[in-house]
């Protein structure tokens, strides 16, 4: 099992940065696939990428591309990162890591979440 503890969310102008972390706790962290989903106020829980247990791959969804969002990992240190430049108010959400044995952009393809942090932009 894997418990997964998210933080680095806060206020942020638009057009500024923040960077997500997520710490996973137990030793079989390299094992799992790990995903970055978003959730904004009235809306569903959308998947923002993932990337592989190695970090050899990562894929982000259709709406993001373009975007400066990045997805990266440090096995050794049981964590993984989102990287956000150039935000926008609408990507004001909580955001979520999920862990998961599998490949998928969809929450039920994810066994483990965290608790969630907020990120905020301001106009």
């Known amino acids: 099992q894997v418990q997964l503890v998210e933080s680095g969310g806060g206020l942020v102008q638009a057009g500024g940065s923040l960077r997500l972390s997520c710490a996973a706790s137990g030793r079989t962290f390299s094992s799992y696939n790990m995903a970055w989903f978003r959730q904004a106020p009235g809306k569903e829980r959308e998947f923002v990428g993932r990337?592989?247990?190695?970090?050899?791959?990562?894929?982000y969804a259709d709406s993001l591309k373009g975007r400066f969002f990045t997805i990266s990992r440090d096995n050794a240190k049981n964590t993984v990162y989102l990287q956000m430049n150039n935000l926008k108010p609408e990507d004001t959400a909580v955001y979520y890591c999920a862990g998961s044995t599998g490949l998928s952009t969809l929450e039920r393809g994810y066994d483990y979440w965290g608790q969630g942090t907020q990120v905020t932009v301001s106009s």
């Open positions: 990337i592989t247990r190695s970090g050899g791959s990562t894929l």
